[in-house]
C-alpha cells in the first residue's frame, strides 16, 4: 500500500505577492471577508509628498488605573507623530513614536489587568519619559484620539502643555450612525474602514490604531476620514444643558441627543448636547416649546465651545 502524506501544507510563510494573490482568490468566492493587521511601516495610503505648510498631528491613547481621571493614574502613553496637508488633509507620512509605561505607585486593579495585560511588574519603577512627550506636543498642531473625553483629562493632568493644543475625537466627531455603522469601538471601525486589525488596549497599537482609521474612508460617504475629521473638529459649537428640565422628559432629550452628566466636572448637572453655534437659539425654543412648562429656559446654560476646550474640563 503506499503511503500518502498527508502534510500537504508549506511551511514557508508566504511572500507578499502570494499573500495578495490569495487575498484576491478569496475575496473572489464571495464567502471570505480577510481582516489585515494594520502594519503601518508598510501602509500604501501615505502620500510621501511633503509639501510647503505641513503641519504634524498626533495620534494618542493612555492606559490608566481606572476612569476617574482625578483620582486615578496613567500607566501607559502611546503616541503616533504623523505629518499632513492641512488644506487636502492627505497624511503624509509618520515623522515619530512615543511608547512609554508609569508607575502609579499602588498596585494595579486586576480588571485592568486582564483587559489591557499590562501587570504590575511592568510598570514598577518606571516613568514616562516628560522631555520626549513635551517635544512632541510642543511641534503638534492637533492631538486626535478615539474617545477624547477621557484620554485628554489624563494627559492634561500630566502634562499641562497639552491645554495649548485642539483636540478632535474620532469615537464623537463622526457621524458613524450615518454611515451605518452602530458599533463604535475602534477595532470594528478599522474593519469596517478598512479591513485592517490591532492589539486592542495597548497604548501605542490604540494610536496607531487611531491613525490607521484616519488614513481611511468612510463606507457610504466614501469621502476621507481625516478630511471629515478636520473639517468638524475646528468649529465652535454650543452646549446646551438642559439644567431643572422635568424628569418625565428624559426620554425625549434622549431621542434628541441629549446625555447625562452629574456635575461632578463642571458643576453643572444635567442632559446637554452640542449643536452648531448659529443653532444655539433653534434649541433653546425647541426646549422652551417642548421640555420646559411655560416655555421658561431661564435655567438652561449654553457654553461656546471650541478645539481648545472641548473634551477637557474646562468644556
Not at 83 to 89: G, S, V
Not at 206 to 232: C, H, M, Q, R, W
Not at 298 to 312: G, L
Amino acid at each position: 500500500m503506499k503511503k500518502v502524506n498527508s502534510r500537504n501544507y508549506r511551511e514557508e510563510p508566504l511572500n507578499a505577492l502570494e499573500a495578495e494573490i490569495a487575498i484576491t482568490a478569496l475575496h473572489a468566492t464571495g464567502e471570505f471577508t480577510v481582516i489585515r493587521k494594520l502594519n503601518l511601516e508598510r501602509d500604501p495610503r501615505f502620500t510621501q509628498r511633503s509639501v510647503p505648510g505641513s503641519k504634524i498631528g498626533l495620534c494618542l491613547d493612555t492606559e490608566t488605573t481606572g476612569l476617574n481621571h482625578t483620582e486615578d493614574k496613567i500607566i501607559e502613553l502611546g503616541i503616533v507623530a504623523f505629518e499632513f496637508n492641512p488644506i487636502t488633509a492627505e497624511i503624509i507620512r509618520i515623522t515619530d513614536r512615543f511608547n512609554g509605561f508609569e508607575d502609579p505607585g499602588r498596585a494595579l486593579p486586576q480588571e485592568i489587568i486582564d483587559i489591557t495585560g499590562i501587570t504590575d511588574a511592568m510598570v514598577a519603577g518606571q516613568r514616562l519619559d516628560d522631555d520626549q512627550v513635551k517635544a512632541l506636543a510642543d511641534k503638534a498642531t492637533l492631538v486626535c484620539c478615539h474617545n477624547s473625553a477621557f484620554d485628554r483629562k489624563f494627559v492634561e493632568d500630566r502634562y499641562p502643555i497639552f491645554t495649548k493644543l485642539p483636540w478632535a475625537c474620532t469615537l464623537a466627531q463622526l457621524d458613524w450612525p450615518k454611515e451605518r455603522i452602530s458599533a463604535r469601538t475602534l477595532e470594528y471601525l478599522l474593519y469596517k474602514c478598512g479591513g485592517y486589525s490591532i492589539n486592542a488596549h495597548r497604548a501605542l497599537d490604540d494610536a496607531e490604531g487611531v491613525l490607521g482609521l484616519l488614513l481611511g474612508s468612510l463606507p457610504v460617504a466614501g469621502t476621507p476620514i481625516f478630511k471629515n475629521l478636520l473639517e468638524v473638529c475646528g468649529a465652535t459649537t454650543a452646549k446646551v444643558t438642559a439644567v431643572g428640565a422635568p424628569y418625565d422628559k428624559k426620554d425625549t432629550l434622549k431621542l434628541r441627543g441629549y446625555r447625562w452628566q452629574d456635575g461632578s466636572s463642571n458643576g453643572c448637572k444635567g442632559w446637554w448636547t452640542n449643536v452648531p453655534e448659529h443653532l444655539e437659539q433653534d434649541e433653546l425654543a425647541y426646549l422652551g416649546n417642548e421640555i420646559y412648562p411655560g416655555g421658561n429656559t431661564e435655567s438652561v446654560v449654553i457654553k461656546m465651545v471650541d478645539a481648545y476646550a472641548r473634551f477637557s474640563v474646562r468644556e
